[in-house]
């Protein structure tokens, strides 16, 4: 166990929609709002929380890739767009792949371990509906190494993990691995269907577990993952502040509003290197064991976790790297119902990201968010149970296959 | 010459038209993947898009662009696979954008019918004169050569008579795709008395390169589409004629064209699909297909009279329907053509009265759900239940259409048109969209 040199909390989340297919408002021919919509939303739906522009020191913005999608860059000098009141703070843009919200959490929490700042606030977005799927997958592949984009896959990033899901049905078995899938579809969907904001809100497949059943057509798309197997094509912001005791104290909001940073781990991989194994996210697991050992807890102390699953093969192996579940054995942990809602250790209560949504560079931030409003019953009709002996929530942000990490935990 | 060889040098004549640009795009895609196999590196292929407009070459040219993308961005898991040694095409974008051009290089759009005489083989998709497809032909066997074949998108016109009349010696055959081509999934096959072997042949490999549905048809003008849907056209003119002692005409064509979709389940009602079709067309394929058929007149006073009018219908180039018969508004039909005063009556007009005339509808399952459902069975048999013992005028007329669909569908394999049963329903499920072929026995 670490002590941080100060205490360090997270408060006043805002999610925007996280817009795409599947939600009923949503169409690719109609206009849709903008990155600059979608981060004033959700900064001054922090803003608001906080008793507004003036109570804050410093700005982080994370972004993944709005230089490819919205022909944008030089992210930090939307603050003031949000509120006039940010013009000539401090503000910085962090990337690092689809862990670039993790990222910004981290620079605001150093930035107030540091004392250089009192009250930060953090926004993560993406907008990626500009452009189609297959485009997409262009843009989003240079979260992995470059020279390995020519013999890629059309779908780049799903292709890298329908291979990790074929070498996990060889090691571990195809049916019970695809059957552990479709839980973990179901349980994404059901939670997805209680929160508002989620890009899987107005889902109505009935059976969702026999959905996700359907054989892969690797001609069509993947040899081993479907497209419920998938994250969503997604556009959306999150927001949060991360403060110190002062800060709290400056924007008048009481502690027992907050949840508190209580260890951290922040870890790179070799990105121009194969995955050590392909059947376990080796990195994350040295980042949830990092996080863990800072705070000085066990994983049993913990009563729910927001995990990166781009993809459900992603959701399994990260059931095995948080320790819940023995390396092979995920499957058969979540075939259980135990990270279900109302299971033995609910994950992603708000669908995760495919059920929620994964606006790329906002994904970090909006599990920060979700673990605030659980452990501070505020997570209306996804509330799950949170116990009072264990008054955890983790959660991992994974940046490209398992190469930059970020696991945070946090305190009631 | 292979199959590859054949369809190196190949032109499409009306490629600027509706059927022609279709024709043309199929044909382009399928060239280009043929130039992009690894054993035919070095070799051109040439697709002449020969059309009498230069501005409508242009706007085919837009046409095939716009087109290409959707396939490549549909087939990009191939393309990268095809374009694997091509180093410096990394992102999908880069591999489309190779795609788009590989495929529109094929193309030459000309004005001159003279590029045809270098080709191997004659794609043709001009207007439906049998004298001009004739004097064209001949004038490019004349001309040409390498002893072209003439694949004619007739749909009307007996091959033998192209055949005879340009003296091609069966180097042509019947090769008619359906509307849009690059959509419809049918194409009907025919050959004429004297049709080469391996012309056949070609036509079929070439059918299933391009991933459609063959039936082969006898040479017997109007073949199994138009030889059902001219008879269908003609039927509910004459249902239009005896609701005339009870209703107006338009209130008439409004019954008969709710009955046609409504009640058989089909995804447009008759008079729709003259309108999507054209009633220039449908009156123009009539008059090709009158000389051909014996004891049976096919031609309509009342199309004729609505075309001598204005009445057309067809579709702007967009895709969306023009007025015809009926007239229509974001898709939906608001009101029918009245001959007598030359004027559209909205259909609100009269709408309660003829549904009340027509009676209470047996319940019925809505196209869309029954067309591609596996077990589209469990849908209609029970309609069909119901509507043999409804009582209603509308379930009376509907019954007697059903039993005449069948009728026209069984004539046209005893008269020798159609090769089976099967074939005929397969025209009209597959060239037509209808959830269920004529030839059943739902009311039997």
């Not at chain 1, 999608?69 to 000098?77: G, S, T, V």
């Given at each position: 166990m670490k002590k941080l040199r100060r205490k360090v909390y997270m408060v006043a989340g805002y999610n925007t929609i996280s817009m795409g297919s599947g939600r009923k408002e949503f169409s690719p021919k109609r206009e849709r709002p903008g990155l600059e919509d979608y981060i004033k939303e959700a900064g001054q739906g922090t803003l608001k929380q906080i008793g507004g522009a003036q109570n804050v020191d410093e700005c982080v913005i994370g972004n993944f890739m709005a230089s490819r999608?919205?022909?944008?860059?030089?992210?930090?000098?939307f603050f003031p767009f949000i509120d006039?009141?940010?013009?000539y703070k401090p503000a910085t843009r962090v990337e690092g792949a689809c862990g670039t919200g993790g990222l910004a959490l981290m620079n605001g929490i150093k930035s107030v371990l540091a004392e250089t700042a009192e009250v930060v606030l953090v926004i993560g977005f993406e907008v990626q509906n500009t452009v189609k799927a297959i485009y997409c997958a262009d843009f989003l592949a240079p979260a992995g190494w470059a020279a390995n984009r020519k013999d890629g896959h059309a779908y780049f990033f799903p292709g890298q993990f329908s291979e990790r899901a074929g070498a996990y049905f060889e090691k571990f078995g195809r049916e019970t691995t695809r059957k552990g899938f479709a839980r973990w579809y179901r349980n994404a969907i059901e939670n997805a269907r209680l929160c508002p904001t989620a890009q899987e809100y107005h889902n109505t497949i009935k059976d969702l577990e026999a959905a996700a059943m359907v054989e892969p057509n690797a001609k069509a798309f993947l040899e081993n993952l479907t497209a419920l197997d998938c994250s969503k094509v997604s556009d959306g912001a999150s927001a949060i502040a991360i403060m110190s005791e002062e800060g709290l104290k400056r924007c008048g909001i009481p502690v027992t509003d907050a949840v508190e940073v209580v260890g951290y781990g922040q870890v790179a991989e070799d990105i121009t290197k194969p995955p050590p194994d392909k059947t376990a996210l080796t990195t994350m697991r040295q980042a949830v064991s990092n996080a863990l050992e800072f705070a000085g807890i066990n994983i049993g102390q913990v009563a729910t976790a927001e995990i990166h699953d781009c993809f459900t093969v992603a959701g399994i192996m990260a059931v095995e790297a948080l320790g819940l579940a023995e390396h092979g054995k995920g499957p058969e942990y979540v075939i259980a119902g135990n990270t279900a809602r109302d299971g033995k250790f609910p994950i992603?209560?708000?669908?995760?990201?495919?059920?929620?949504?994964?606006?790329t560079g906002g994904t970090g931030v909006h599990m920060a968010v979700t673990l605030l409003e659980q452990l501070k019953g505020k997570a209306g009709a996804a509330q799950v149970n949170i116990p009072d002996d264990r008054p955890y929530g983790l959660m991992a942000n994974m940046g490209g296959d398992d190469k930059t990490l970020v696991a945070i935990v946090v305190r009631k | 010459m292979t199959y590859e060889e054949r369809l190196q040098h190949v032109s499409v004549l009306g490629a600027a038209g509706k059927m022609g640009s279709g024709i043309l795009l199929l044909t382009a895609v399928e060239m280009a993947d043929l130039s992009l196999k690894p054993v035919n590196k070095g070799k051109t292929f040439v697709l002449n898009a020969i059309d009498v407009s230069d501005e409508a070459l242009s706007g085919v040219m837009r046409y095939l662009k716009a087109q290409i993308l959707k396939i490549a961005e549909k087939k990009v898991i191939g393309l990268r696979a095809i374009y694997a040694d091509r180093r410096d095409l990394v992102d999908n974008d880069e591999i489309i954008a190779q795609y788009i051009f590989d495929v529109m290089n094929v193309v030459r759009p000309t004005t001159r019918l003279e590029a045809a005489y270098d080709s191997n083989m004659i794609f043709e998709a001009i207007k439906e004169d049998s004298a001009l497809k004739v004097k064209i032909f001949s004038q490019i066997s004349q001309n040409n050569p390498k002893q072209p074949w003439f694949f004619t998108n007739t749909s009307?016109?007996?091959i033998t008579v192209l055949d005879e009349g340009a003296g091609l010696g069966g180097r042509i055959i019947g090769f008619h795709f359906y509307n849009p081509p690059a959509i419809q999934k049918l194409v009907e096959v025919i050959r004429s008395k004297h049709t080469l072997d391996e012309v056949n042949e070609f036509a079929l490999a070439y059918a299933k390169a391009l991933r459609k549905v063959v039936v082969p048809a006898n040479d017997i003008a109007g073949f199994i589409g138009n030889g059902h849907f001219m008879r269908d056209i003609l039927y509910a003119v004459e249902e239009v004629h005896k609701l005339l002692n009870d209703m107006s005409v338009t209130e008439a064509i409004y019954a008969v064209n709710k009955i046609s979709q409504d009640y058989l389940v089909r995804p447009m009602g008759i008079f729709q699909l003259i309108d999507y079709v054209g009633v220039d067309v449908c009156s123009f394929i009539m008059f090709v297909m009158n000389p051909f058929t014996k004891d049976e007149e096919i031609h309509s006073p009342l199309l004729d009279k609505l075309l001598g009018m204005g009445v057309k219908g067809g579709q702007y180039s967009d895709g969306s329907q023009k007025d015809g018969i009926l007239k229509y508004e974001k898709g939906k039909i608001v009101a029918v053509y009245d001959p007598l005063n030359q004027a559209y009556v909205p259909v609100s007009q009269f709408q309660s009265k003829v549904d009340e005339k027509l009676g209470t509808m047996p319940a019925a399952p809505a196209w869309k759900t029954v067309v591609g459902n596996k077990a589209k069975d469990d849908l209609l048999k029970p309609y069909f239940a119901r509507l043999t013992t409804a009582s209603s005028l509308g379930a009376g007329i509907a019954r007697d259409y059903v039993k005449k669909s069948k009728e026209i569908g069984k004539h046209l394999v005893s008269s020798g048109v159609a090769f089976n049963d099967a074939d005929v329903n397969t025209v009209l499920l597959t060239g037509f969209f209808h959830a269920y072929g004529p030839i059943n026995e739902y009311l039997d």
């Open positions: 999608f919205n022909r944008q860059a030089n992210l930090a000098a006039e009141g940010l013009r992603n209560t708000t669908g995760g990201l495919i059920g929620w949504g994964h606006p | 009307s016109i007996p």
